[in-house]
């Protein structure tokens, strides 16, 4: 039985080292600048780091995407090549873009460089798949998080790409790559230069309460609850029409498809990814070893699979809100 | 530069729209857009009745689109996409995959939420003869011009309206009345404005209106159409409101034709639109400011405007 496969996060060397250790068969990583969308000072790879952390991958037989996922505007295109062809001369694996200019690059310089399509460019039916795979001879697409299971099984039978699928992490309510909210608030869009709600425009005050602001602009207020890195989607708002103050968009959560793994699998899906590459390495390691331990122990036995109550408390640990949600996989 | 009315972004039932459109008809507009982009649920209009709305503008001259949707995720999705496209009308693409499906036979606008942010997306799809781009909202002038440099296909810009700032597979209307999108009974219906949402300190930011979010100030660049005409562009374009769309079409129209004075207009245009106006993405800022003086921005993104690299740009 072809067994899925599971690609973690890494914003730095050592966090792609720890997920390897852990049992990714995969990690995907950015490289420093504007050419991903988390593009966050401290994160990320300068490209002898990259080579280091493929060479490190290849002796284990494992494998290093990098998402080159930004959409530049442009000034912002050159360095979006250079960094394809950093990773093109570096061995990579694989690039992860959205843009349609960056795949004809990546197409028509780079031959042999695998494209996988990243969640941004939202290719959410057949159609759309087939596209990128007629024009660009895609290998992978990355699911955008709008998808039901019914709707993955849909693509699944019309199409032979793989098919990779978020399974714990931070959930974009929105259409990622449709989302502007924070580029309508700072003048930085994530879309082009890779951060949503940049940390450089937040703003904390505590008095009684700690109120938090982005660009001036107040998101929330918390007291004791917990809080979730401060995004527009996850503000506090009020609804005119209700008058009620509440999480309008989405509240803070994170998504944690676990308890479908079986169902996933059915569906077809080739690849499960964590989000994170913003996280830290015990994030990575922890989340890496218990979708690792969850997928080992399903293709052991797949009728007695059932989640472990110690893999969600220890996975709560380091969740948004504490609270899990399957986003919209079971229904819209 | 034609003036063009982009898809209506609420759902006003059938009624609201026929009304609306053959208003539409009577106005400048060259250009009309027409089609459900974000919810696929209350797409619900029958060809027939699509084609009832085209028909008072194609009688008037008008050349008519029809808007695919942004999210399409299913099967049954698709074929309703399919069997629309097969109007006698062209396309708005909003979704990538009908791109090539009626190359040569119908003509395909490139649709905002296809993501095309610089040159060479462009130049790639024109494979598919494009009869025009409609850009991102948030590309500042700057990237506006760099496209129309390199570019032959027709470029359109939004000039007036709230902006979507956000599309979900999730109802926000409904989610604000406990439900999913399942049961959402089409509360959408009864904001045909939309849903304002205030942040804490009481500054209305964000319109709520089914699975997407718009702002809730509206995008002014009359003061800038002149400035879109010597870049290059060739059609701009008005988002429809609830009321006063016809109005805000005759200002824009007149400006355009240097029968009313910039300023005069922008004044009337604050006061039909009730909400502050914004331009600040188009200058590289924030969208929901309002730079006043943005010749002074322009002034300063020339000292700047240096291309890296053309040779391989």
Not at chain 2, 113 to 131: G, W
Not at chain 2, 155 to 161: A, D, L, M, Q
Request: net charge positive; with cysteine.
């Amino acid at each position: 039985m072809k067994k899925i496969k599971l690609c973690s996060p890494a914003g730095n060397l050592s966090s792609l080292k720890e997920a390897i250790k852990k049992g990714a068969d995969s990690v995907y990583v950015g490289l420093k600048g504007s050419s991903n969308i988390r593009n966050f000072p401290g994160l990320n790879f300068l490209p002898d780091e990259l080579a280091e952390g493929i060479s490190f991958a290849h002796k284990r037989k494992r494998e290093v995407f990098v998402v080159i996922n930004s959409y530049p505007q442009y000034g912002e295109l050159y360095s979006c090549f250079q960094a394809i062809e950093d990773c093109y001369q570096l061995g990579v694996d694989g690039v992860i873009l959205s843009d349609l200019g960056l795949m004809e690059y990546v197409h028509h310089h780079c031959p042999h460089l695998p494209i996988h399509v990243s969640v941004h460019a939202g290719a959410c039916n057949p159609a759309s798949i087939a596209f990128y795979q007629k024009h660009f001879d895609i290998t992978t697409v990355v699911l955008p998080r709008v998808l039901t299971l019914d709707e993955i099984i849909e693509i699944r039978s019309h199409t032979t790409v793989e098919l990779e699928c978020f399974v714990l992490g931070i959930l974009c309510v929105n259409r990622s790559g449709l989302c502007y909210l924070s580029s309508y608030l700072t003048g930085e869009s994530n879309n082009t230069k890779g951060a949503c709600s940049p940390a450089k425009h937040l703003t904390f005050e505590e008095h009684n309460r700690l109120r938090i602001s982005l660009n001036g602009i107040t998101l929330n207020e918390y007291g004791d609850e917990c809080a979730a890195y401060p995004t527009p989607c996850k503000g506090r708002y009020r609804n005119l029409s209700t008058g009620k103050v509440e999480y309008l968009f989405q509240a803070p959560e994170s998504l944690n498809l676990l308890p479908l793994l079986p169902d996933l699998i059915g569906a077809g899906v080739d690849i499960l990814k964590i989000e994170g590459r913003q996280r830290s390495k015990t994030y990575v390691a922890e989340t890496t070893r218990i979708v690792r331990k969850a997928i080992d122990a399903y293709y052991s036995d797949p009728s007695e699979f059932s989640v472990k109550k110690e893999w969600i408390s220890q996975l709560h640990y380091f969740f948004e809100g504490m609270e899990d949600t399957y986003g919209c996989y079971l229904g819209k | 530069m034609k003036i063009s009315l982009g898809p209506a972004p609420f759902n006003w039932g059938v009624e609201k729209l026929r009304q609306f459109y053959q208003e539409m008809a009577e106005g400048p507009l060259d250009t009309i857009f027409i089609g459900e982009v974000f919810c696929e649920k209350r797409n619900t209009l029958t060809i027939k009745e699509l084609e009832g709305l085209m028909l008072p503008l194609r009688r008037k001259g008008k050349e008519v689109y029809f808007s695919t949707g942004a999210l399409i995720t299913n099967n049954t999705q698709w074929k309703r996409l399919l069997q629309r496209s097969e109007m006698e009308c062209g396309i708005e693409a909003n979704t990538i995959g009908i791109v090539p499906h009626h190359q040569g036979t119908r003509k395909i606008v490139a649709g905002p939420f296809l993501n095309l942010y610089h040159h060479r997306s462009v130049q790639f799809l024109e494979r598919f003869n494009l009869a025009g781009v409609v850009l991102p909202f948030e590309l500042s002038q700057r990237s506006v011009k760099s496209i129309i440099s390199k570019v032959k296909t027709p470029i359109e810009v939004v000039v007036y309206g709230n902006l979507p700032l956000g599309v979900s597979w999730r109802c926000y209307i409904a989610r604000s009345h406990g439900l999913s999108v399942k049961q959402c009974q089409f509360k959408c219906m009864h904001y045909p404005r939309g849903i304002i949402a205030e942040n804490l300190d009481g500054i209305p930011l964000f319109l709520i209106n089914g699975p997407y979010i718009l702002s809730a100030k509206k995008r002014c660049l009359i003061r800038e159409l002149e400035q879109l005409k010597t870049m290059g562009v060739t059609s701009i374009r008005i988002m429809p409101q609830y009321e006063n769309t016809s109005e805000v079409v005759k200002i824009f129209h007149q400006t355009m034709n240097h029968q009313l004075d910039t300023q005069d207009a922008f004044e009337q245009l604050s006061s039909l639109a009730r909400s502050s106006l914004t331009n600040g993405w188009f200058y590289g800022e924030a969208g929901w400011k309002y730079i006043k003086d943005g010749h002074k921005f322009i002034e300063e993104d020339l000292k700047n405007f240096l291309l890296p690299l053309r040779n391989i740009c």
